[in-house]
């Protein structure tokens, strides 16, 4: 609580602030970024907002993407940074390089691995989002809130609720949403344009990424694969596979689905997603990754068939209880 304050009051006092959120960004740490940005300026502060690259839709269509910029000016000056929805330093990419040592740091997260590297941390890992966070400092701080720093902090929620489906849609996340829909959020609107919008390259890459899930471990674990070979036939690009996740675990019986992505000749990034028991986190720190009890990541360093043979001999023992 103390550090809400203490954020609050940094907010209030300065002038200059840069905000950022981790690469490859989701609409939590975009739509918490650009929240926070609409009203710091609403109040009259100067800010900047960076993304280690542009924006792809559908991140691009909320409001105020326009504002993003994928570089500073060097001799830009800044009083304070705001890093967003970053469980540590490296996954800001190059976005990184804006941070000179002097600049202090203000680092709001609720991934239960952030390793505090600001210096004020707001880290709660019982939050839904970010969003979440950022509206109850946004309140604190007597920041001004229109519809659409409302729409952005509901889209925050939403995408990192599943659309308030996931275990970690709680009551206050509930409530945080109702507020926003009073301040001028619209639910119809945001899910068209964020959750319901598809290009056509990212549904022929669903087609055959579904062709791929198999199970294993009698039916407990679900794998989906998706190759650079299918990105190209489907010509999409790696963030049309978002949520495709969901599938694996989606299947009746399954409690641990996972998503295997080829990222070069010879590195992959897993995804993974339990229903109820498994800590997914725990899972995926075996592989030096880490992330929530229900959802977590890591990357892997070796081509996707052997990736998939040692993860699966670890997931096997982990399910059956042998080294948790
Ligand atoms: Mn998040």
Redesign the pocket.
């Known amino acids: 609580m103390m550090c809400l304050h203490r954020i609050a009051a940094v907010l209030t006092d300065e002038h200059r602030f840069l905000l950022m959120t981790h690469k490859d960004p ?1 609409a ?2 975009i739509g ?1 970024m650009l929240a926070l940005g609409k009203s710091l300026s609403d109040a009259g502060k100067e800010t900047t907002l960076l993304s280690q690259e542009p924006l792809r839709p559908p991140l691009n269509l909320l409001k105020g993407a326009g504002q993003v910029v994928t570089r500073v000016d060097a001799d830009q000056v800044f009083d304070v940074a705001v890093v967003l ?1 970053c469980a540590e330093k490296e996954r800001l990419g190059y976005a990184a390089d804006q941070l000179r040592d002097q600049l202090p740091l203000i680092n709001i ?3 239960e691995t952030n390793d505090r590297f600001g210096t004020l941390n707001l880290i709660e890992p019982e939050s839904s ?3 979440e966070l950022v509206f109850g400092v946004i309140q604190a701080a007597g920041l001004p809130i229109g519809p659409d720093v409302a729409g952005n902090l509901y889209a ?1 929620i939403q ?2 609720t599943g659309s308030f489906r996931y275990a970690n849609t709680t009551a206050r996340a509930l409530r945080a949403a109702a507020d926003l829909v009073d301040r001028g959020a619209d639910p119809w609107g945001i899910s068209r344009k964020v959750m319901d919008s598809h290009s056509l390259p990212r549904l022929r890459l669903l087609k055959m990424a579904l062709d791929t899930i198999q199970l294993h471990h009698k039916g407990r674990v679900a794998i989906m694969t998706l190759t650079r070979k299918m990105l190209e036939e489907a010509g999409a690009h790696e963030a049309d596979s978002d949520q495709f996740v969901d599938y694996p675990r989606f299947v009746r019986g399954v409690e641990l689905g996972v998503l295997i992505r080829e990222i070069g000749a010879d590195a992959c990034k897993f995804s993974l997603r339990s229903n109820t028991w498994v800590n997914a986190a725990r899972l995926a720190s075996r592989f030096g990754g880490g992330g929530h009890e229900r959802a977590a990541g890591f990357t892997y360093h070796g081509p996707v068939t052997v990736a998939e043979n040692a993860f699966l001999k670890e997931a096997e023992r982990f399910l059956d209880g042998i080294c948790d």
Do not use: K, L, P
């Open positions: 989701d939590d740490g918490s929805d997260d609720h991934h989002s970010t969003g925050a995408g990192d």
